[in-house]
């Protein structure tokens, strides 16, 4: 009795453990994700400034090859 005690206090210990190894993983990952979906709406900002000023390029070349 005393020894299937002893096992699962063991058992009960690595389980509570296990939990708060993952609850710090589960925080990293998340401050992780909030970094990288910053990141990408400052790439997706970037693109569509760089792809206007690269449509009027093309319309100032076009307009001068017209001229």
Do not use: F, P, Y
């Amino acid at each position: 009795m005393d020894s299937q005690l002893s096992r699962l206090e063991n058992r009960l210990a690595e389980l509570l453990e296990a939990c708060e190894t993952l609850k710090r993983e589960n925080a990293h990952l998340r401050d992780e994700n909030s970094v990288l979906v910053s990141e990408r709406g400052q790439l997706l900002s970037n693109r569509d400034k760089v792809r206007r000023q690269v449509e009027a390029m093309i319309s100032r070349l076009k307009a001068m090859e017209a001229s």
